[in-house]
């Protein structure tokens, strides 16, 4: 402790190139924040996919719909619990910008399957009793600031171009961190009702398991049963699902690490080329200090901790600055509902911060530390 | 007592037998001293004379503990240093020499307080203890007034004076001054060596000093001429 008012003094020797330093690490830890915030978002779907539920599809395409009358031949299979489905109706609420995901659900067994999106009882009550009635997620509900009995019109894009009317019955929320409470439910009777195509028809089934340990034979059996059929089923854990979902939007994980890797080598010259100036300047003093009796190994963890404060200071600013900014929600419109840097992110950052930094300082600490007193004391 | 043909007894506090320093510069060896002796007594005040290049300052840093020897040794208050690690020399530094460089060698962002300081961090000494010491020593150079100045806010003679009080503040057992006046006009050059005489007159400090000024080397009880390699003996010794 005694030795930090001389750590410091040199760090504020030079106030701008110090300020510079730390303003180049804060930049680069909100980029790193950020992008960790994006890549959780678009992972959100494969962090909170259930273990034992399966996303059962069309073996042609995600768009392509399935037979309704599979839902109680899937229920039949050994080791099924429940099945549910969900059809994507892709309707705009006011504007195009106001993107959330709008599902025709089954009433009957939505809540056996996904019990991690809670309506309160009452609501869903409701809900289950109204034709047209709507559950929203409590995301989306805040977002346009809805009320338990507004009415909602959702314009269609797919089942035509007419405005549905929905009454909002109901506010679901999540009951574990990183469930999506963007989504907006509605009867599946009723959009068969209206529909002028595809009656009979489902997007896709969700398959509740008695076990996780279930899933590979369920699976097998699933695809087994409409193999040969024109409605051929592809069927894949929540997890595997979700991430192939991401998948479809690019490589994120590399594009992340890709830029990650650019900002952060940029950052380790820049900070390595600082702190070697730092060092070239005052070689006179560092000899003088171990003149007087500083050992080698105190001027290189001096060296050291000048540069690690640096990115220790730069990159809390950077993290601070990030958590301020995914404060404010999802910026994207509901693109990305999962939009937050959780702490285990900010801890990441700061140790990713100070490796860089260690990184950056050790070669100018080592030929400090290599500085021969003679040799230094001769220069000044 | 000063001698310099190594009939010192056991009384001296640093003894140098036989040294020689060569350097290889551009394939060429330069031998700088050569079968160098000499004995220093406790609270004596030496100059070293001699012209550039003559290895003055190659003396005061091997007597430092800067830079080894190529051959003989030296002994300081009974610890032979001539051996020693780089580590255990650097801790012998610190407890036993004090330096006062030409440049005065501060750190131009520590205040002259935070500057005396530096050696006391390298003891166990209380922040208070270290404050006492710090302001016991700034009075003594006369600087109390100016303890929380920074190095660019004082005069070149003020900035010598707390790097004297930077060599003296931790006790050492001796000090070596580096042409501590090389860098000051006459007036504050005076102030200094008074300060010196006053170091070694009252505190009884054993102070060693390499100086191209005759009117500095005045002040000094002998004086040793630097000359191809081997000290000579300049003003009678013990005549101050």
């Known amino acids: 402790m005694k030795f930090l008012p001389l750590i410091f003094a040199n760090l504020f020797r030079k106030k701008l190139r110090t300020t510079l330093t730390i303003g180049s690490f804060a930049v680069a830890l909100f980029l790193f924040g950020l992008l960790i915030v994006v890549r959780g978002a678009f992972n959100q779907g494969v962090d909170v996919a259930g273990a034992d539920r399966l996303i059962v599809i069309n073996k042609v395409s995600l768009i392509m719909p399935l037979p309704f009358s599979y839902r109680d031949r899937f229920q039949r299979i050994p080791g099924v619990k429940y099945v549910t489905y969900d059809t994507w109706f892709g309707g705009v609420y006011q504007e195009e910008k106001n993107f959330f995901p709008q599902f025709a659900i089954d009433p009957e067994n939505q809540a056996l399957?996904?019990?991690?999106?809670?309506?309160?009882?009452?609501?869903?009550?409701?809900?289950?009793?109204?034709?047209?009635?709507?559950?929203?997620?409590?995301?989306?509900?805040?977002?346009?600031?809805?009320?338990?009995?507004?009415?909602?019109?959702?314009?269609?894009?797919?089942?035509?171009?007419?405005?549905?009317?929905?009454?909002?019955?109901?506010?679901?929320?999540?009951?574990?961190?990183g469930d999506d409470e963007t989504q907006f439910w509605f009867h599946d009777k009723f959009l068969d009702e209206r529909r002028t195509f595809s009656k009979g028809t489902v997007g896709w089934y969700t398959v509740k398991l008695n076990s996780p340990d279930d899933a590979v034979a369920a699976a097998k059996a699933i695809d087994g049963m409409t193999a040969n059929s024109p409605?051929?089923?592809?069927?894949?854990?929540?997890?595997?699902?979700?991430?192939?979902?991401?998948?479809?939007?690019?490589?994120?994980?590399?594009?992340?690490?890709?830029?990650?890797?650019?900002?952060?080598?940029?950052?380790?010259?820049?900070?390595?080329?600082?702190?070697?100036?730092?060092?070239r300047e005052r070689i006179g003093e560092l000899a003088t200090l171990k003149a007087v009796g500083f050992a080698d190994r105190f001027v290189l963890l001096m060296v050291l901790g000048e540069s690690m404060l640096i990115a220790l200071s730069g990159g809390l600013l950077g993290l601070v600055f990030c958590k301020l900014?995914?404060?404010?929600?999802?910026?994207?419109?509901?693109?990305?509902?999962?939009?937050?840097?959780?702490?285990?992110?900010?801890?990441?950052?700061?140790?990713?911060?100070?490796l860089v930094g260690l990184l950056a300082g050790i070669l100018p600490a080592a030929s400090a530390m290599r500085l021969r007193v003679v040799d230094a004391l001769r220069r000044v | 007592m000063v001698k310099v043909d190594g009939s010192g007894g056991a009384n001296s506090l640093i003894q140098a037998r036989d040294l020689d320093?060569?350097?290889?510069?551009?394939?060429?060896?330069?031998?700088?001293?050569?079968?160098?002796?000499?004995?220093?007594?406790?609270?004596?005040?030496?100059?070293?004379?001699?012209?550039?290049?003559?290895?003055?300052?190659?003396?005061?840093?091997?007597?430092?503990?800067?830079?080894?020897?190529t051959?003989?040794?030296?002994?300081?208050?009974g610890d032979e240093i001539t051996h020693m690690s780089g580590g255990r020399l650097t801790e012998w530094r610190a407890r036993h020499v004090g330096f006062i460089f030409q440049m005065y060698n501060l750190i131009p962002v520590l205040t002259a307080f935070q500057n005396v300081e530096l050696p006391l961090l390298l003891t166990k000494l209380s922040k208070a203890e270290r404050r006492s010491h710090v302001e016991a020593t700034l009075s003594i150079v006369g600087?109390?007034?100016?303890?929380?100045?920074?190095?660019?806010?004082?005069?070149?003679?003020?900035?010598?004076?707390?790097?004297?009080?930077?060599?003296?503040?931790?006790?050492?057992?001796?000090?070596?001054?580096?042409?501590?006046?090389?860098?000051?006009?006459?007036?504050?050059?005076?102030?200094?060596?008074?300060?010196?005489?006053?170091?070694?007159?009252?505190?009884n400090k054993t102070i060693l000093m390499v100086t191209h000024d005759p009117a500095a080397a005045e002040h000094a009880k002998a004086v040793l001429h630097l000359n191809k390699g081997v000290l000579v003996e300049g003003k009678a010794i013990g005549a101050h």
């Open chain 1, 325 to 354: 900014f995914t404060m404010g929600g999802d910026p994207t419109g509901g693109m990305l509902p999962y939009f937050h840097l959780s702490p285990g992110a900010m801890i990441l950052g700061i140790l990713v911060a100070m």
């Open chain 1, 231 to 279: 409605d051929e089923t592809k069927t894949e854990t929540e997890k595997a699902f979700a991430t192939g979902f991401v998948k479809q939007m690019g490589n994120i994980e590399f594009l992340i690490l890709a830029i990650g890797s650019v900002v952060f080598f940029t950052l380790l010259l820049v900070t390595g080329n600082t702190m070697a100036i730092s060092v």
């Open chain 2, 71 to 77: 051959r003989g040794r030296i002994t300081v208050a």
């Open chain 1, 113 to 177: 399957v996904f019990p991690e999106l809670a309506v309160p009882p009452d609501q869903w009550k409701t809900f289950l009793q109204d034709r047209t009635g709507a559950i929203a997620g409590a995301g989306t509900a805040k977002r346009f600031g809805w009320k338990v009995g507004d009415r909602i019109p959702i314009k269609a894009s797919i089942f035509g171009n007419e405005t549905w009317e929905f009454n909002l019955d109901g506010i679901y929320k999540g009951t574990q961190e």
């Open chain 2, 143 to 203: 600087l109390a007034d100016r303890m929380h100045h920074y190095p660019r806010q004082l005069s070149g003679g003020q900035e010598q004076r707390v790097a004297i009080a930077r060599a003296i503040v931790a006790d050492p057992t001796f000090l070596l001054c580096d042409e501590p006046t090389g860098d000051l006009d006459r007036k504050s050059a005076d102030e200094i060596l008074d300060l010196l005489t006053r170091l070694s007159a009252e505190y």
């Open chain 2, 21 to 69: 320093k060569t350097f290889t510069r551009g394939g060429e060896v330069i031998d700088v001293l050569q079968g160098l002796n000499l004995d220093v007594a406790p609270g004596e005040f030496v100059a070293f004379m001699g012209p550039s290049g003559s290895g003055k300052s190659t003396l005061l840093n091997l007597l430092g503990g800067l830079d080894v020897p």
